[in-house]
């Protein structure tokens, strides 16, 4: 929605961590007119969501991340029953 007005949104999201960053991502994607609100002004220092499952993998692969952030995560320690279909893990 850059430029646009913020009244015109459909959706708020409050917070622009792991979480709200995917769902303005996939509401993006979506065609949902989105907007972001985050009170900090610089990025963390520190990691945040450090864990990486199928079902993360899964929501990276709807939003078309996958093939991108595959090299750099380290599966080694995934311990699921069930598979993703990006990555077979």
């Known amino acids: ?3 646009d007005d913020p009244g015109d949104a ?6 622009y961590g792991p ?3 995917m769902v303005a991502n996939l509401l993006g994607q979506a065609g949902v007119r989105t907007i972001v609100l985050e009170r900090d002004t ?3 220092t520190m990691p945040r969501a450090g864990a990486t499952d199928d079902e993360v ?4 692969q ?3 991340l996958v093939d991108e952030l595959l090299p ?3 599966l080694g ?13």
């Open 57 to 60: 993998l899964r929501v990276f």
């Open 10 to 15: 459909d959706v708020v999201i409050v917070g």
């Open 42 to 44: 610089e990025p963390h």
């Open 62 to 64: 709807a939003a078309g």
């Open 77 to 89: 320690r995934a311990r699921s029953s069930s598979r993703c279909a990006a990555t077979g893990w």
């Open 1 to 3: 929605m850059t430029g």
């Open 19 to 21: 979480v709200g960053a």
């Open 72 to 74: 750099g995560l380290d």
